[in-house]
Each structure stands twice: as C-alpha cells, then as structure tokens.
C-alpha cells in the first residue's frame, strides 16, 4: 500500500477517524492477570480469546482502527521466558492474525444485520477498518518503566535499537496488517532507528510514528518534539505523526508543535491523564480526567489539526464510543456548512 493509504482512509471515514483505546485495562476487566513482564503480549499465550473479544469490543464501540497486542511483544521478551526463536515469531504474528480476525467477525456481523445499526449498545456500521500492528520501543520491552523516561543509557545506540527491533519489525510485516504503529516513541534515538530501519529493509507497509510527552512540549527523554516529529515528516514511509499515552491536558499544544514540522495526518490517542508509579507497577487511582472530560477535549483537538483521535492506558471502549459520537456530530454539523 502506498503513502496514499491514510489520505484514502480519511476521506473515506469523513475526514477524521477513530483509533481503539486501551488493551491491558480491557483483558484486565475479562479476568486476564498481566502481572508479568509480557504484559498484554501474555495473553498471545494464555487468552488470545480474550484479545479478539477486546478487539471486537473497541469496533462495536467505533473504532476504525484496530491496534495489536504486540506492544510488549519482542522475540527477546519470548525467548527470555524459554520460548524459542521460531514460538516467539508465531506469537507475534498472531497478534496480528488476532485483530484480522476480529475484523472478519465484526464484518460478518455487519452483514447479518439488515442495515447499518447505530445503538447506545453498540455500533455495526459497515466502513474501512485497518489493523495496525503495534511496535513498543526497547524501553517497553526493559519493563522498567524506561518508555515513561526515555533514558536508555549512553551504551544504547541508533545501531543497537535497529538490531532490537529489526527481525521484530520484518516477521510483523510479513503478518500482512495495514499498518505498522511505532508506538510510545520516549527520544529522539529510536525515532531514527525506526526511520533508517523502514528505509534499510524497503518496508512497504505504510508507518505512524507516535511520541509521548510528560511536559506538554517535548518527548519524555527532554529531546524535542520538533525535532523528532521531524524525522517522522522526512521518513517517505511514515503517513501519520502525532502522540500517545499523554495526559488529555497536553494534547493541543503539542498538536501545534507538531503541525510546524509536518503536514502528515496527526494522530492523538491519549491516556487517561492518570499517573504510573514505574516502581510499583500500576496506575495512581484517581488522578485522571472521567470519560465525559476525556471526550470534551475531543473537537478542540480536530480544530486544531488532529485526523485520527483515540485512546491509550486506561481508557475504555465508553471513551472510544464518545469520540465515535463526537466525530460523527461535528462531521455532520461540518458536511452542512
């Protein structure tokens, strides 16, 4: 596909459309325990069932996009728990197989129902879907807490991170999804090895390149935004730029700073504005925004320049549904003036 596969996309969905919202809170919530290194990747092994529903639920929700539960999974992490070289490259083309699947099923349920349905229970609405398949970075995989801080260390080099993620990158690849998504991308360093490893391998699926941000104005590591976004708008591959895992606070000015670079799709999948203790493993209660605030940031984020809204850690298939709605008013509201 080429570089006119999000621009097609777009205009399809009416402009603006819509990514999933968070995994491991989901698989949580179905009774999975990701109290492991792996995270949600663990359920490639013990509950890909429970995935495919997670994923069935964010598309009866709204959702256009469908993102793979191969954040934390990385044939380094598999081999680490005994698995072998050719188990972890099956686990991690599963994860893709698994939201290719739950597209079939959606799709299928479509067609049984007699014509579009639009319920405050769910949505069947025939219309592009793409599965992007998520790739987390090296701080991800350290399972440290190092993708909130983006510090790596000075022995950790462009040529180190493309040798991590390199075979990673080409079995997801060869897993057919629509898209490749370089998630949580904390410094400047990753974001090059990622651009210099789509261009070595002639990678030919489409790319976005999200970042996040704990000050409202640069990566996490302290390097700058523009800077990084930059090297996302001068990658031929990348058709979409934009940032995740934020607090909804953030999100508008960042978009600003990314349209000075770019003039890329941008896409925002915010968490819910709740703190992670890295130490202790889990999110802070009660320190994010309620859905209905997380949605009430929604328009201003399209009005100042975002095409593809979503969510991250801690939101719910209720928020994906209130961004659905939202989209689908002001698309409504814009198609009358």
Not at 15 to 22: F, L, M, P, R, Y
Not at 172 to 178: M, R
Not at 262 to 291: C, H, M
Not at 315 to 320: E, L, M, Q, R, Y
């Amino acid at each position: 596909m080429s570089s006119s596969l999000m621009t097609d996309f777009l205009r399809q969905s009416g402009g603006a459309a819509v990514i999933d919202g968070g995994l491991a809170t989901e698989l949580e919530r179905h009774g999975a325990d990701l109290n492991d290194p792996l995270w949600s990747a663990k359920c490639l092994l013990t509950s890909p069932h429970l995935i495919r529903q997670v994923h069935l639920d964010y598309l009866e929700a709204g959702a256009d996009i469908l993102i793979s539960a191969s954040y934390q999974a990385t044939i380094q992490g598999f081999e680490a728990k005994g698995f072998s070289r050719e188990e972890s490259e099956t686990m991690l083309r599963r994860s893709v197989e698994i939201a290719r699947e739950a597209r079939d099923m959606y799709f299928e349920r479509c067609s049984k129902s007699s014509c579009d349905s639009v319920t405050d229970d769910r949505i069947l609405k025939h219309r592009p879907i793409l599965v992007a398949a998520s790739v987390g970075s090296y701080g991800a995989y350290l399972a440290d807490g190092s993708e909130y801080s983006g510090n790596y260390g000075d022995a950790i080099t462009v040529e180190t991170l493309k040798d991590f993620h390199r075979r990673r990158v080409q079995v997801l690849v060869e897993s057919a999804p629509d898209l490749i998504a370089f998630e949580t991308i904390p410094n400047k360093i990753e974001a090059q090895a990622y651009a210099e490893l789509l261009e070595e391998e002639n990678i030919k699926i489409p790319a976005w390149f999200s970042f996040n941000s704990k000050d409202g104005v640069n990566v996490v590591s302290g390097d700058s935004l523009l800077e990084c976004a930059s090297i996302a708008e001068s990658c031929k591959r990348v058709v979409s730029v934009g940032i995740n895992c934020t607090p909804p606070r953030f999100i508008s000015g960042l978009i600003l700073i990314i349209k000075k670079v770019t003039a890329k799709p941008i896409l925002i999948y915010p968490n819910s504005g709740e703190f992670y203790d890295a130490d202790r493993k889990e999110w802070v209660q009660n320190t994010g925004v309620s859905d209905e605030d997380f949605v009430s940031y929604v328009s201003k984020w399209c009005e100042v320049g975002a095409s593809l809204v979503g969510g991250c850690c801690r939101t719910t298939p209720n928020t994906i549904k209130g961004i659905y709605r939202t989209l689908s008013n002001r698309s409504s509201v814009l198609s009358l003036r």
